[in-house]
């Protein structure tokens, strides 16, 4: 079974500063893996996607993400916090050997100090 | 764009109760998702239609079903309601079509936010 690992269920970080957000996996199979983002009270907004193009993928908002399959890493990052990025951010890999459902990490509360 | 619509946003029932969940996913998309997600927690896969079958069904209680539509809406229905099926409910939608950039892309709605009391 595919799994994802998220280290640190809350970072809290400077306006300004940069954010990394880790993110580990398990799977049998080359991985398709996404980060999305959720505001509180809101739905959940893809971020970005590996889907085993690119290692190095770009999202919204500025942030990207670094597929290193010799670490089972995924980690998102962003050169430069803003206070509206402040938000859940949960990693997930997609099961293609189950119509490609969604695994998704704990979750990592994100806050960004003024 | 459109979205994926999920109606009603909020929904309070009482125990024993039954509720009904709607999905509506984004134009052309024939994969529609169920995913539950309760206080503090991670969303949780419940059951999936690829064009309008089952495709396949996670930790879904037997108290819950759920069925695609011709016209590819679902519904969750969900009945004997407990305390703790009190979640958001999330809908997701996709277009499986392989060799396509957005393949395996879920799009997901707002949510249900359900309250059993």
């Known amino acids: 079974a595919q799994s994802v690992t998220q280290l640190g269920s809350h970072v809290s970080v400077s306006e300004g500063a940069l954010v990394l957000l880790r993110c580990n996996y398990s799977s049998s199979v080359p991985p398709y893996l996404f980060w999305y983002v959720q505001y509180p009270n809101q739905g959940l907004q893809l971020l970005l996607k590996y889907t085993s193009a690119a290692t190095l993928v770009k999202g919204i908002n500025g942030f990207e993400a670094e597929f290193k399959k010799s670490e089972t890493s995924f980690h998102l990052t962003k050169p430069s916090a803003h206070m509206s990025d402040a938000a859940e951010y949960f990693c997930?890999?997609?099961?293609?050997?189950?119509?490609?459902?969604?695994?998704f990490g704990k979750g990592t509360l994100l806050t960004v100090n003024p | 764009a459109a979205g994926v619509i999920q109606s009603p946003r909020h929904l309070i029932k009482e125990k024993r109760e039954t509720a009904t969940l709607k999905c509506y996913p984004i134009p052309r998309h024939d994969t529609v998702y169920w995913y539950q997600q309760g206080p503090g927690q991670d969303p949780q896969f419940l059951i999936s239609f690829y064009e309008k079958m089952q495709s396949d069904k996670g930790s879904i209680p037997d108290r819950f079903s759920a069925q695609q539509f011709s016209d590819y809406h679902s519904e969750l229905n969900m009945s004997s309601l407990e305390l703790g099926d009190s979640a958001l409910y999330f809908c997701?939608?996709?277009?499986?079509?392989?060799?396509?950039?957005?393949?395996?892309?879920?799009?997901f709605g707002p949510g249900t936010r359900l309250t059993v009391l």
């Open positions: 997701a939608s996709s277009l499986l079509v392989l060799g396509t950039s957005d393949t395996d892309t879920q799009y």
């Open positions: 997930a890999v997609s099961d293609r050997g189950s119509n490609y459902k969604l695994t």
